[in-house]
Structures are given as C-alpha cells and as structure tokens.
C-alpha cells in the first residue's frame, strides 16, 4: 500500500467510527483503538506533509486564534418560526394551513414533521464538493458571523460528507452542549474560580463566539441538522431531506416523526413535555414542519415567519413561592455567596425549599428581596433558580437584601477587591474554609479519599481534630471511631483511604491545594511542565504563564499562594506526611465525577422524586442499585429510612442525609 492509499484508508475508518461515535452513539472499537488509528494518521502526515488534506480529521483545530469574526449575508435569511404555547394555537395553526392549502383537514390530512426543537445557537453549513468549506452563525437572520474554525472542531459535524455529494450543499441546524459537557464545563470553570455558564445554550452561544478553536474543542460541543437550505431536496418531503442529511452523515436529531393531522402531533408534543427530562440535551419545545415540500412552497412565508412551520413551547417548569430568608455560603478560597431559602412549593413534582441567586449583583439587579414573593424555575439542573419578584405582590416595607460585612462562620470582616464580584473572607483559619478546603482535598478528583464526606468533617472541624488538610493524616482510628456514625470499622477503612491517598499523581496534590484558578487542567500542565513542587516553588510567574491552559490570572494566583509562608508550611507538613509533591504523570482525561460510585437511595426525599434523584446520580456517571452491600458507595437516606440504613451503619457505608447528597450533586 501506498502512503497515500495507506492515509485515505485511515481517514475514510476515522471517518467512520467518529460518525459511530459521536452522531450514532454507538461505538464500535475503544477509544484506545480510536486513538491509535488517529496516532498513526498523524505520524504518516507528519512524515508526508504533502498528503495533508484540508478534511482531515487531524486538521479540526486549524492554527491560531482568530482577530475576529467576518460578517456573512446567507444566501437566504434563516427565518424565526412563530410560537404556540397551547394546543389551542397548534389547532388554530393547522386550520390556518388547511385553509391557505385549499384542502379539507379532515378528508385530507395534512402531514407534519414534529422535531425536537434543540436549545442551542442556529448555525448555517456549507459543503462544495462534500468538503465542509464555511460555517455561519445565524447573527440576525440575514447576516451572520463566519465561525468556520469553531465549526471544524466539532466532532459530529463531518469535515467531509459521505457518499456522492452535491456540487454544493447548505444545510442548517442547532450547534448544542449537550448537559453532560455544560455540567464538566462548569466544574472546570468553577474549580477555576469563574463564573459558572447560566445554562448550556448560554454555554453554547458562549463557546461558539471564543476566537480560539482550540477552547471549543476542549468544551464538547454537539449539533443537528434540521434543513437542507440549498443543493437539491427542493422538491419531495422534508422525511426525505432528514433521511437524506443523514445518509450524508449529518446528524439528525433522531427523535422525529411523520404525523398525520394536528391530533397526533399534539399527542407527540404532550409525550415529550413528560419525558424531555431524560434526553442528553436542553429541549425547550418541538417544531411543526408541513412535510410536503410543494405545499410549503405554496403556502410561503408573511415578511417574519414562513407559515409552513411553528415552534411549540413547552410549558415552562416555574412556580411561585415566598423567599423567607438569603442566606450566604462560604467556599474554600473564602468566596462569600447567597442562597435563597424559600416557602416549601411543589413543582414539576418535588418540593423545592432552596433555590440559586448567583451573587450580590444579580440580586441587586433583578431587585429581589427578602420576603417577596418570587417566580423559580427549573430548567435542566435539580437545583431550581430565583427567576425574578412579583412586584405586584411586594408588601410596602420590604427593604433591599446586603450583603453581610461578616463572615457568617467565623466573623471576620468581609473583603471584596475592586475588580471582582465576589466577596470573600480572608481569614485562613476560618471554619467554613477549612471544612470546603477539607473536601476539596479528599474529593475524587483531587485525593479521592471516599467516605470523608461532610457529616464528618463537621465533626472534625468543629472539635478541633482537624486545623487544615495536612492534619488529615495525623488522624487515628480510635479517635475517629468515638466520633457519632462512626464504629471501629469505618474508622480504620477511612484511616486506610487517608493512607492510601499518598499514591495518587503529583498533579492531584496540587489541584488538591485548592489554589484559586487552578483547576485540574491548569495542575496537570504545571506538573506536566515542572515534574515537581521545588521547581514550581522556584518558578517565576512569567514561566508559569507559559504553560499551556495557564493564564496570567491563575500564574499570579499559584505565584501568590506559593510565597505564602503559611501555605508553604502547610506543603512541608503535608510532604513529611508523605504526600507526593513530584512527578509530571500522565494527564487523565476528565471523566464524570460520580464514575465508579454506587449509590442506594432508601426513605424518601423531600426536594426530589426518586426518579429525580436516580437521575442526578447517572447524570454524573454514578450508578444506583437496589440494596447495600460492601461494595455501595453511598446510602442516601430520606425520611422513614427502611432496614437499609441499619445495615449501612452495620457494614460502615457512608451514608448521606438529604441536605448533603443536594451539595454532593449540586458539587460533586
Ligand atoms: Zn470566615
């Protein structure tokens, strides 16, 4: 075989298990084969540049970051559709359609496409001889921006079409994060200490208009495609034109379907109003398409929507509630944030008790105050958001929330640097810090110690067994065991997971040390760089900034840290207690942070059906069985807990009220 025959043969299976993977989601080979065949087709290119070829599947993130972005005309507008928000409208919709169509709706059914209607930012591709040469956001309608090198990067969307392609082809749809990237891009962005995505549209939209490809390769993002814009397929049905898009190897969303008449679409609607809670992605509603593409010719478009189509709202998941009290949380780098606590309400079938505010800002900024009567939502997270007051409903003497000027855990003076948003307390040896900076220590990301879970270190904190992370491994088992919950035997397990804990990489330890700004990324590309804490320690800044995934912020942060004399104490206790402090390691690829672990859940929760729950957990990649056993990770027990939480005790599984498993799953 040939170099060249030897390249299009590994492209062509490249091609071939990313469509498997990434629109089919059903792999074939590992990711281990995957990567091997992807390692061989570099190492060929990079012996013969010359075979290079711009749809190679090497070639997805292209050069540097851009200045910019050119603005684009499509070649026609992408339209909005109209909304309906009640089956009502759907009817009114579809009589509209028989009337303007000439036909009888009853005699004649006219045929819908009902799609899931994807929550992401609409995008316009374009392939000239099967080769992807242009991505386009949807900007105005009219004129969009030209996000080619983003587009490239992901991995759904093929750089090359299957099959005989047209001369050229335009095809539109949804670029999207699917809820499993936006919940790992928000823990990297708040193990970085950045302000978390709102939702994964946000996230979506967000990423797509970063000017370095390389950042939106990292986020994950997926797409479907929902029309064929130009390059045949004007004529027919529009099922063909989604059969065909993915005979092309475009993902399309695969949920569709043909109905006949508004009945069945409204039951199509109503189906997944109920169920959209377990698909992989936001939805927030489904789109009604006339099938036959010559009654949508004929039908057309008024000078805002095309009358072929409508966009169904799912109902939103909100409800109102009193806001009884703002409380404040304190992390581990000492950031103050509010909480809302709230008037027990039901909604979309759990009680909701607390809910997020964001910061001191956002309450200022939608006005909320304590006492007021406030509209929450749930959208795909567990944990349910304040959305805004009912002012109408305001009683007179209600006065603005602030912040408190002390830390609620150990009273020092809150602190808040002209340039952030955040307040903070910079007190060390604050309690709150210490127990947040304890269990980032011993979470699974960091030193994986299981079973140090917050109940206890509660305990540890408050009687003073613990002063910060190095005394951990001072602890001893007769200590522990007198501690409540605990017994000889999971006192000595937890003992042996602390001591065990002295193996694990050299970058762990440092994304362990709860340094603000450095996430698990930044660490494992500092201990990739300096293979060690005294080369780190040595380091100047400027070398630290050089480091891939580092940026000035967290290079001056790891610098400040390290010249702390307190911190650089706490790194000599925790290197004498034989903690690794060397070794670049190989840098893992972030999994889900719940992977491995098995959950029992007994009782019931308050906040959350058992459906909910489940859920959270498998969102995460953790696993939930029916009855304990040694092997269980967590108990989760709700009110009325059944004979499972005694044997918990009796086999020393951890075990989580319903308060501690909502911060496991809201940070896990
Ligand atoms: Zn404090």
Not at 56 to 66: D, N
Not at 156 to 176: F, M, N, S, W
Not at 361 to 369: G, K, L, M, S
Not at 577 to 597: E, H
Request: a neutral charge; hydrophobic letters at 40%; proline letters at 6%.
């Amino acid at each position: 075989m040939t170099d060249a025959e030897r390249a299009a043969e590994l492209r062509r299976a490249i091609r071939e298990h990313e469509e498997r993977y990434y629109v089919l989601a059903a792999p074939t080979i590992s990711d281990a084969e995957f990567d091997r065949l992807m390692a061989d087709l570099r190492a060929l290119e990079a012996r013969r540049p010359d075979l290079v070829t711009a749809d190679s599947p090497t070639q997805r993130v292209g050069g540097r970051p851009a200045d910019g972005f050119a603005t684009v005309t499509h070649a026609a507008p992408l339209l909005s559709l109209d909304n309906a928000y009640s089956t009502e409208e759907l009817r009114a919709f579809h009589e509209r359609t028989c009337r303007l169509a000439g036909a009888d709706g009853r005699d004649a059914p006219i045929t819908y496409v009902a799609e899931l209607k994807i929550d992401g930012l609409s995008i316009a591709l374009t392939y000239q001889d099967g080769v992807l040469v242009r991505g386009v956001t949807r900007g105005d309608g009219v004129r969009g921006e030209d996000v080619t090198g983003n587009v490239r990067t992901i991995r759904a969307i093929p750089l090359r079409l299957k099959g005989p392609a047209p001369g050229r082809l335009e095809v539109r749809g949804e670029v999207y994060l699917p809820r499993a990237s936006f919940d790992r891009v928000n823990r990297e962005r708040e193990d970085a200490d950045e302000a978390p995505f709102a939702n994964p549209r946000n996230a979506a939209a967000g990423t797509m208009r970063s000017l370095d490809p390389a950042v939106v390769a990292r986020r994950g993002l997926a797409a479907f495609f929902y029309q064929v814009a130009a390059g045949g397929g004007e004529t027919g049905s529009h099922e063909d034109a989604l059969r065909r898009m993915r005979g092309l190897g475009l993902p399309v969303e695969p949920h569709w379907v043909a109905c006949d008449g508004i009945e069945a679409v409204i039951a199509y609607c109503a189906d997944w109003n109920g169920r959209r809670g377990a698909l992989g992605f936001d939805t927030d509603g489904v789109v009604i398409k006339v099938n036959d593409l010559a009654l949508r010719a004929r039908l057309g478009a008024t000078n805002k929507f095309p009358r072929w189509a409508i966009a169904y709202k799912f109902p939103a998941q909100q409800a109102r509630t009193r806001l009884k009290q703002i409380a404040v949380n304190v992390g581990r780098t000492g950031a103050v944030t509010p909480y809302a606590i709230l008037e027990p309400v039901s909604l979309a079938g759990s009680t909701i008790q607390m809910a997020t505010l964001h910061n001191e800002q956002e309450i200022a900024r939608r006005d909320i105050r304590p006492g007021d009567l406030v509209v929450i939502e749930k959208g795909g997270d567990v944990i349910p958001k304040v959305v805004a007051p009912v002012l109408d409903a305001r009683p007179p003497d209600l006065l603005p929330w602030t912040m408190p000027r002390e830390c609620p855990a150990c009273g020092s003076r809150l602190a808040r640097p002209d340039d952030e948003v955040v307040w903070r307390c910079l007190n060390g040896s604050c309690p709150a810090r210490i127990r947040r900076s304890l269990l980032h220590f011993a979470s699974r990301r960091a030193m994986d110690i299981e079973g140090l879970g917050e109940a206890l270190v509660d305990q540890l904190v408050e009687q003073g067994l613990v002063a910060d992370v190095a005394g951990l491994y001072d602890l001893e088992a007769p200590v522990l065991a007198g501690l409540s919950r605990m017994g000889p035997t999971s006192a000595k397990n937890l003992v042996e997971r602390i001591a065990r804990s002295r193996t694990v990489e050299f970058w762990r330890v440092l994304y362990a040390l709860g340094i603000r700004h450095i996430g698990e990324r930044a660490a494992q590309t500092l201990a990739a760089a300096f293979g060690s804490m005294d080369a780190l320690i040595a380091a100047p800044a400027e070398a630290m900034r050089a480091v891939r995934d580092v940026g000035p912020v967290a290079a001056e942060a790891a610098r400040r840290f390290l010249d702390e004399p307190h911190n650089r104490e706490l790194i000599e206790r925790l290197r004498a207690a034989g903690v690794p402090m060397a070794g670049a390691g190989p840098a893992p690829a972030a999994g889900q942070p719940l992977a491995g672990r098995t959950f029992v859940l007994t009782g019931t929760l308050d906040t959350m059906s058992r459906d909910e729950a489940e859920r959270a957990i498998t969102a995460l990649g953790g696993r939930v069985t029916g009855s304990v056993s040694r092997k269980t990770s967590y108990l989760v027990s709700g009110a009325d807990p059944g004979s499972k939480l005694a044997k918990a005790r009796d086999l020393g599984v951890p075990v989580l009220d319903e308060a501690a498993f909502a911060r496991l799953i809201m940070n896990p």
